[in-house]
């Protein structure tokens, strides 16, 4: 992401008076850029996955810490 890019979820909702009309808005706005430029990271990464997996796909395999194997791909 550049370093100025900022992304904002927002949300915007009536006031309304007690007669029924509408006195304002309230209005809240979250940063979600941190969760933006992880899924983009991991977007990124699956399409590297699958690139690797078609072309080799015999290539992925899960290890342990101590070396015993937990998952592969056929």
Known sequence: ??????????????IR??????SGFYVSLANITAQ???ERELSRKSREFSTLFAVM???YF???AEGVYLD???
């Not at 992401?1 to 009536?14: L, T």
């Not at 008076?17 to 509408?22: L, N, R, T, V």
């Open 1 to 14: 992401a550049e370093r100025d890019e900022k992304y904002y979820e927002g949300r915007i909702s009536e």
């Open 17 to 22: 008076h007690p007669s029924g009309s509408i």
């Open 36 to 38: 933006r430029i992880a």
């Open 57 to 59: 796909p015999d290539l």
């Open 62 to 64: 899960r290890l342990s």
């Open 72 to 74: 592969y791909l056929t």
